[in-house]
C-alpha cells in the first residue's frame, strides 16, 4: 500500500452546548498520513487547539475498532463519511486526497439532541430497548443451551440483525429521522429466535410505540438507512417488522 | 494477613458446600438494599441485571451514553465452556486444569474451579437470552478451539462474540430498568469511594456533561470497571478504558493484586506511526487455520508471496510441536519478538510477523468441492470456495485488517504483531469477590482472580459473565445479610462530604496547573516507559529506570499539564487528566511488582530467569503466591496470600 500526506481544510460544527446555537469553524491541517483513521487527523488537530489553548473539538468515540457504537460524525453529508459499512473510527485517511475540504457535523435528529460540538444524546435508543427490546428470563432459568435446535438459517439471519451496534446513523441519514431501522434490526433477532417467541406480539407493539414516544419520524422507505448502516443491517428487517406488527394488531389480545 | 475465605473440603465440593451454607436476604429486605455498581461490561451487566432480579435496589453508572458500549463489546473470537458437546474428552475438570496451567499456576484453584464449574450454565443463559450463537447445520452449537488447550470448547458468534453476549446482558440489564429495579446513571464517572465505619457505603461520582458532582449511598459497592491495559497507552483497549475507579479504591484500602501481569496479545494490527492512537486486535480464533510464519533469511526483502514454501520459517510449529499455532499468547507473543529482534521481521517496520490463510483457504476448499461433488477442481475454483468458509467463519476480522492496512488478506498474508491487550491483576478479592474493604467487591476484569499470570484465550468473556451471573448473587447476599439493619446512610454523612471535597479539590487542583502539555502528551510518554520497561521483557535496571521516570513524569505532569475548558461543563480533556494521573500512579505500581518478582511466569518475563531454550523460568520456592500491595502515603506495602496447589501439581509448562 503506498502511503501519502495531505494538506486538508476542515469546516466542523462547533456548538457549545444543548441551549446555545452552533455553527462551522473552519480549520486547515497539515501533513496528515494516508495511514492514520480518520479520527487520528482530528486527534491531530484537537492536540494543537490544546496547544493553541482552544477548546478542543467534542466528539464520542471510545472502542476505534468499529464495533461500539459510540462514534457518529455526519461527514460531508453522509453518516460515517465516504465508505460503505465502515463507523467512523474505521475510516481511514486514504479516503481522502491533497487539497480536499472536509464538512463534519453531528447526528441531527431531533430525538438525538446536540450535546457538544459533534457529541449527541442518543439515550432514547436504551428507551427504546427498554420499552421490550429482551426476552424475558432471570439468570438461572434457562434450559440446557441444545435443547432447542434452531435451523442455521435461522441462527444467522438474527445474528445479522444482531450485529447492529445503535450508532444511529440510520437515524441521521433518514430525512424524517426515523429508527425503523435501529427498531426492526432489534424485532427481527428476537422474533427469529424460538427463545423470542413467546413475546413477539407485545415486544413489537411497545418499541414502537416508544419509539414514537421518542419523536422519531415515519419512515420514508427510500433505503437511505440501509445505504448508510456501518453493519449493513438489511432494509428487509423493517418488512419484517411491519409484519410482525401487523399480526400483533390484528391478534393481539390486548 | 490476608483471609482469601476459602471454604473448606475437597476442591469440587467448595463451591456447592457454599452455596449450601451461605447466608440469604428475604425478599422483603432485599427491596431496602442498595447495591452500587461501577461499569457495565459483561460482570457489571450481569451482576446488575441479576440483582436486580433477585429484588434488590441497584444503581448502575457507566462512563459512556450508554451501558451497550462498554468494552466487553469488542471481545472478537468467543467463550470457553466445558460442555463438551464435541465429545472431545472437555470436563470441568480439563477446563479448570487448562486454565491453572495456562495461568502458569498462579491463580487461586478454588475460584478458578468455581469458574469452571459455573461456566456451562453461562452458554444456557444466553441462548435463553436470545444471544445468537454460531451453529451446525443440525440446529446445534458450534464449537472452536482457542490456545493453550486440546479440545474445542470456545462458544462464537462469528468475530463479534463480546458483542452479542454483551447485548444480552444489556437487554437484561434494560428490562431491569424498565421494571424499576435499576437506576442507570450514563455518562457518569466515579471518583471516590465513601468509606464509613471501615465498610464500603457509596460513591462520589462526576457526571460528565454538567460536570456537577454527586453522592450516592449504597449497601455495597461492586466495581467491574475492567482492566488498565491502557497504562501502555497503546493497547486493544477502547480509548476510554481506565483504571481509576479500581484506583481510587486501591487509594482507599483495597490491596492491589498482581499489577505487573499483564497480557500481552500475540496478533495484532502493528502500529503505523507516531499518530496512533489505538491498536486494533486480530482474534485468536484466527490462529486456528491461520498459521504464523517470518523467512528464513533475516531482512528478506521479498514480497510475502514470493517465498517459496521451503524458505518459511512456521516458528510455532517448529518450535511447538504439540500445541503449534495454538500455543497460549504469552508463549506466541514471546516468539513474534524473539523472531523480530533477530532479525526475522516483515513489513516496513520490521516489527511484524505474517499470518497466513493460503492453507486454510485451500483445505475448506477443498472439503467444500468434495460436499459439492465437484470433481478435480482448479486451483482456482477451490479458492472461491475456500474463500466463502473463511468469509463465514472470519468476515468481520478480515474487512476490519483491510480497512485499517489498506491490504486484502484474503490473497496477502496479515500482518501481525503483539499488543497490550488484558490484565490479569487487579483489585486483590477474596473467594467471595470482597476487597480489602468489606463492602466493596471486583468483579471480572477489574480483580485479579482467575487467570493467574497469563489468560486463555475466551476465558475473559466466561470470567466476567460468571461474576456477574453466577457469582456474585450468591456472595452478596452473605455479606448483605449482616445489613439488613444498616438504614440508608444520609448522604449528608460527613464521609460523603469529605470525599466530594476531596474530589472537587482535585479537579480544581489540575484544572489551576494551566500549564503547557495536554494530558494526551503525558499519557504517550507513560506508554512509552511502560512498553520499553515493563512490557513484553523486563529487567532489574530498566524497571528501576522506569520507576525513576515515572516519577519525574508525575512531578512534570502536576507541574505542566493544561486542561482546556471548564469544569462545571462537558470536558473530555478533563476527564482525561483524571484518568492519565492515576495511571501514571499504577505505572509505578506495575514496576515495582515487577521489579520484585524475580521469577518469570505467563506473560511476566524477566529476561534474568529465562531457561536455556529462552523459556520462562519459574520459581515456586520463593514466588507461589499472589503479591497484594496495600497503598501507603510513601509508598506500598506488600502482603503475601500463598498459593496452595493441591490437586493441579505446579510442573514445567510445557507445550512441546
Known amino acids: ?254 | 494477613m490476608l483471609n482469601s475465605n476459602i471454604p473448606a473440603g475437597p476442591l469440587d465440593n467448595k463451591w456447592e458446600d457454599y452455596k449450601g451454607h451461605v447466608k440469604l436476604v428475604n425478599p422483603a429486605n432485599k427491596r431496602s438494599l442498595e447495591v452500587i455498581i461501577i461499569g457495565t461490561g459483561l460482570a457489571g451487566a450481569s451482576a446488575a441485571a441479576s440483582l436486580g432480579e433477585l429484588g434488590y435496589k441497584v444503581k448502575a453508572f457507566c462512563f459512556q451514553d450508554s451501558p451497550r458500549r462498554a468494552h466487553s463489546i469488542a471481545a472478537q473470537g468467543g467463550i470457553n465452556a466445558a460442555k463438551n458437546y464435541q465429545n472431545d474428552g472437555d470436563s470441568v475438570f480439563r477446563l479448570f486444569y487448562d486454565t491453572i496451567k495456562g495461568g502458569d499456576y498462579r491463580a487461586r484453584e478454588a475460584n478458578v474451579h468455581r469458574l469452571a464449574e459455573v461456566s456451562a450454565n453461562i452458554i444456557d443463559q444466553c441462548v435463553a437470552q436470545g444471544v445468537p450463537f454460531a451453529r451446525e447445520y443440525g440446529g446445534l452449537l458450534s464449537n472452536r478451539s482457542f490456545g493453550g488447550t486440546q479440545v474445542q470448547r470456545t462458544f462464537y458468534a462469528a468475530g463479534q462474540t463480546g458483542q452479542q453476549l454483551l447485548i444480552g446482558a444489556y437487554q437484561a440489564l434494560e428490562r431491569q430498568v424498565a421494571l424499576g429495579n435499576v437506576e442507570m446513571f450514563t455518562r457518569h464517572e466515579m471518583l471516590d469511594v465513601v468509606v464509613i465505619d471501615g465498610k464500603a457505603r457509596g460513591i462520589i461520582a462526576r457526571h460528565l456533561i454538567t460536570g456537577e458532582l454527586e453522592r450516592h449511598f449504597g449497601h455495597a459497592v461492586l466495581l467491574c470497571s475492567g482492566g488498565y491495559g491502557n497504562v501502555f497507552y497503546l493497547s486493544t483497549n477502547a480509548m476510554g478504558s481506565n483504571v481509576t475507579a479500581a484506583w481510587k479504591a486501591h487509594k482507599k484500602g483495597a490491596y492491589f493484586g498482581n499489577p505487573c501481569f499483564t497480557q500481552i496479545h500475540p496478533t495484532c494490527i502493528p502500529v503505523t506511526g507516531d499518530h496512533q492512537s489505538k491498536l486494533t486486535l486480530m482474534s485468536e480464533s484466527l490462529r486456528n487455520d491461520g498459521r504464523i510464519w517470518v523467512p528464513k533469511q533475516q531482512n528478506d526483502p521479498r514480497k510475502p508471496n514470493e517465498i517459496p514454501e521451503a524458505e518459511r520459517d512456521y516458528y510455532l510449529e517448529r518450535r511447538y510441536p504439540a500445541f503449534g499455532n495454538l500455543v497460549p499468547r504469552d508463549v506466541a507473543s514471546r516468539a513474534a519478538k524473539e523472531r523480530c529482534d533477530a532479525g526475522y521481521g516483515v513489513g516496513s517496520s520490521k516489527q511484524a510477523v505474517y499470518l497466513d490463510y493460503a492453507s486454510a483457504i485451500e483445505r475448506y476448499g477443498k472439503i467444500e468441492c468434495r460436499k459439492h461433488g465437484i470433481d478435480n477442481p482448479s486451483a482456482e475454483v477451490i479458492r472461491q470456495h475456500g474463500v466463502e468458509v473463511v468469509k463465514e467463519k472470519y468476515g468481520n476480522l478480515f474487512d476490519m485488517y483491510n480497512k485499517i492496512t489498506g491490504e486484502d488478506p484474503y490473497t496477502l498474508p496479515m500482518r501481525i504483531y503483539p499488543a497490550v491487550h488484558y490484565t490479569m491483576g487487579g483489585l486483590w478479592v477474596d473467594y467471595e469477590l470482597m476487597t480489602t474493604v468489606p463492602g466493596l467487591y471486583a468483579l471480572g476484569e477489574a480483580n485479579f482472580s482467575d487467570h493467574g499470570a497469563n489468560r486463555l484465550g475466551a476465558s475473559a468473556l466466561m470470567q466476567g459473565l460468571a461474576d456477574g451471573y453466577f457469582v456474585i448473587p450468591y456472595t452478596l447476599g452473605n455479606y448483605l445479610a449482616g445489613e439488613i439493619r444498616t438504614g440508608n446512610i444520609p448522604i449528608t454523612h460527613p464521609a460523603f462530604e469529605e470525599a466530594e471535597k476531596a474530589v472537587s479539590d482535585r479537579i480544581s487542583r489540575l484544572k489551576n496547573i494551566n500549564g503547557t502539555q495536554s494530558p494526551e502528551s503525558f499519557h504517550k510518554r507513560l506508554g512509552k516507559i511502560m512498553w520499553d520497561k515493563c512490557g513484553m521483557a523486563r529487567n532489574e535496571a530498566g524497571l528501576k529506570e522506569a520507576i525513576e521516570e515515572i516519577r519525574a513524569l508525575k512531578a512534570e505532569f502536576w507541574r505542566d499539564v493544561r486542561i482546556t475548558g471548564d469544569i462545571n461543563e462537558f470536558n473530555p480533556e478533563l476527564d482525561k487528566a483524571g484518568r492519565v494521573a492515576d495511571f501514571i500512579e499504577l505505572g509505578e505500581l506495575m514496576c515495582v511488582d515487577a521489579l520484585q518478582r524475580r521469577e518469570s511466569c505467563g506473560g511476566h518475563f524477566r529476561e534474568e530467569m529465562q531457561t536455556e531454550e529462552g523459556e520462562a523460568k519459574r520459581d515456586d520456592d520463593n514466588f507461589a503466591f499472589v503479591a497484594a500491595w496495600e497503598f501507603k502515603n510513601e509508598g506500598w506495602e506488600l502482603h503475601k496470600e500463598a498459593l496452595e496447589f493441591e490437586v493441579a501439581h505446579p510442573s514445567q509448562r510445557s507445550y512441546k
Open chain 1, 1 to 254: 500500500m503506498e502511503h501519502y500526506t495531505m494538506n486538508l481544510t476542515l469546516k466542523v460544527w462547533r456548538q457549545k452546548n444543548k441551549k446555545e446555537k452552533g455553527g462551522f469553524e473552519t480549520y486547515s491541517v497539515n501533513d496528515i498520513s494516508s495511514e492514520m483513521s480518520f479520527l487520528e487527523m482530528i486527534d491531530v488537530l484537537n492536540e494543537r487547539l490544546v496547544r493553541e489553548g482552544k477548546d478542543p473539538i467534542a466528539f464520542d468515540h471510545d472502542c476505534r475498532e468499529g464495533i461500539c457504537g459510540m462514534c457518529s460524525m455526519y461527514i460531508n453529508g453522509r453518516p460515517h463519511g465516504p465508505w460503505e459499512g465502515t463507523t467512523t473510527c474505521q475510516l481511514h485517511m486514504r479516503a481522502f486526497k491533497d487539497g480536499d475540504t472536509i464538512v463534519v457535523e453531528p447526528w441531527r435528529a431531533n430525538a438525538f439532541p446536540v450535546i457538544k460540538d459533534l457529541v449527541v444524546d442518543r439515550s432514547s435508543f436504551d428507551r427504546i430497548i427498554q420499552a421490550g427490546g429482551y426476552i424475558s428470563v432471570n439468570t438461572g432459568n434457562a434450559v440446557d443451551a441444545n435443547a432447542i435446535p434452531i435451523e442455521k438459517d435461522k441462527a444467522d439471519t438474527a445474528f445479522a440483525a444482531a450485529a447492529c451496534i445503535g450508532c444511529g446513523a440510520c437515524v441521521a441519514a433518514c430525512k424524517n429521522s426515523s429508527a425503523l431501522l435501529f427498531v426492526s434490526a432489534k424485532i427481527s433477532h428476537l422474533a427469529l429466535l424460538p427463545q423470542g417467541g413467546p413475546e413477539r406480539k407485545t415486544r413489537v407493539e411497545a418499541m414502537v410505540a416508544q419509539m414514537d414516544k421518542e419523536g422519531f419520524g415515519s419512515c420514508t422507505s427510500t433505503g437511505a438507512c440501509e445505504a448508510v448502516c456501518p453493519k449493513e443491517i438489511s432494509i428487509t428487517n423493517i418488512a419484517r417488522l411491519n409484519t410482525e406488527y401487523g399480526i400483533a394488531g390484528l391478534t393481539s389480545d390486548k
